[in-house]
Every structure is written in structure tokens, then in C-alpha cells.
């Protein structure tokens, strides 16, 4: 049975000082959802306890479709926190 990958069983790896696993963890989740800032700055953060270097160095530089994609999920996200 595979490990299931969530913000969860990262969290508690990190409660439980498993900086490493935790660490990646949250590099398939932000592959998975790039916009997510929380994700990206919990890696970035990891990362840096680490000795790694940052993220996103070691991405490709995101298309003009990609930034606009990225764009739009961030307003999105930013109207619907406006709501609550």
C-alpha cells in the first residue's frame, strides 16, 4: 500500500521534527498545485532548514499560458477569501 499524500501527513511530520519527509511531501504537492502559496513558502521554508537550495531556482521558467493559469488561480483564490 502506498503512502497518501496530503497537507496532513506533512503537518505531522513536521510536529514530530521528520523535516526531510515532510520536506517531500510538500514538493509533490506543490507540483501538483503551483499556485498554492502556503505550500510553496512551507517548502521554501523546509528547504532552507535543510541546506537545499530554493525551489523555485530549479523550476523552468512557467510559459505565458502557465502565468496567466497561475494568475487567474490566484485571483480566485483571493475573491474567495474576500467572501468568507
Not at 530554493?54 to 488561480?73: A, F, G
Amino acid at each position: 500500500m502506498g503512502r497518501i499524500i496530503t497537507k496532513t501527513l506533512a503537518e505531522i511530520y513536521l510536529q514530530q521534527g521528520h523535516l526531510q519527509e515532510a520536506y517531500e511531501i510538500f514538493k509533490v504537492l506543490s507540483k501538483e498545485d503551483p499556485s498554492n502559496i502556503e505550500i510553496l513558502k512551507k517548502l521554501s521554508e523546509l528547504g532552507q532548514q535543510l541546506k537545499f537550495s530554493s525551489p523555485s531556482i530549479n523550476q523552468p521558467i512557467p510559459s505565458t499560458d502557465e502565468k496567466i493559469r497561475l494568475l487567474k488561480r490566484w485571483l480566485y483564490n483571493i475573491r474567495e477569501r474576500r467572501r468568507e
